[in-house]
């Protein structure tokens, strides 16, 4: 495995290659980051893992300073998992870096508390596929929004990498994946399970109930372990509109703090 630090590196040492299958990361890796490597062995020949925390997709006062940093074991992690390379810029990624906006559908859910955070993610990943030129990418669908996000963006800009979403991975208790599940207290990590808990409870009563009944219910069983939900919404999982009762298919949301800790998952009804 190699690791690539800049630009100038990364377009000597890729050039002969085609079929790049690219995994963007902000490090810190777990086994979900291995399960969007494992995916992209399923469609690419040479495989790129890239990590970069980037603060262009943190807002004032959210937690760019204290996320996590882990990039020896994250390296070790890829190799393990097969990657070819690694790309891990410097802070020199962002010298005259053309700033994007991101399509109308991340002013929804998290785009209401966080306005300029998918801007910044597609800022950074235009700038990772004209730096690295995969012909695939892979996201995890944890975080749904930024998967449709990214699709439509590059789509309207005529790009012709794939983009490819790889499934939620789960711990033991059903706590979704996630770099942030580091920062949670002891008491918090006990509490967290409740989250994946109560969507299931929506998605096995969706036809039994309303939705309103189901989401008001559900944040009130929340607020009362100390989970306070930014959002908990049941949308059509194309546009991120409110479904309709008669729906077949829908998307279960949800945003929570806990603690100082913010956190998301979904559950896809199809």
């Known amino acids: 495995m190699e690791i690539i630090n800049n630009e100038s590196q990364a377009k000597e040492v890729l050039r002969d290659f085609s079929e790049i299958a690219l995994v963007p990361t902000m490090g810190n890796l777990h086994s979900g980051h291995v399960s969007l490597v ?19 997709q943190f807002g004032i006062n959210e937690d760019f300073d204290s996320y996590p940093r882990t990039l020896n074991d994250d390296l070790s992690k890829l190799e393990q998992a097969g990657c070819d390379f690694v790309f891990c810029p410097s802070e020199n990624i962002l010298e ?44 995890g669908l944890k975080d749904y929004q930024q998967f449709l996000i990214i699709k439509k963006f590059f789509k309207e800009h005529n790009f012709q990498i794939k983009i490819l979403g790889s499934p939620i991975i789960r ?5 979704a994946m996630s770099s942030r599940n580091n920062l949670l207290t002891s008491q918090d990590r006990k509490i967290a399970p409740q989250i994946f808990e109560q969507l299931t409870f929506i998605k096995n009563n969706i036809k039994n109930k309303t939705h309103d ?15 306070f939900p930014e959002y908990l919404s ?26 100082n800790v913010r956190l998301i998952d979904n559950i896809l009804i199809n």
């Open 38 to 56: 494992d995916k992209a062995k399923e469609v690419g020949k040479i495989i790129i893992a890239s990590i970069y925390v980037n603060p262009l």
């Open 171 to 175: 711990e033991d208790d059903g706590l």
């Open 96 to 139: 005259n870096i053309q700033k994007y906006k991101a399509p109308d559908i991340s002013k929804k859910l998290c785009g209401k508390t966080r306005p300029t955070h998918f801007d910044g993610v597609v800022t950074i990943v235009r700038k990772l596929f004209e730096v690295l030129n995969p012909d695939y990418a892979v996201f």
């Open 234 to 259: 049941i949308l059509n999982p194309e546009t991120l509109e409110d479904a309709s009762e008669n729906d077949a298919s829908v998307l279960i949301a949800i945003a929570v703090k806990l603690g």
């Open 213 to 227: 009944e189901l989401i008001i219910n559900s944040i009130e069983a929340f607020k009362k372990n100390n989970i």
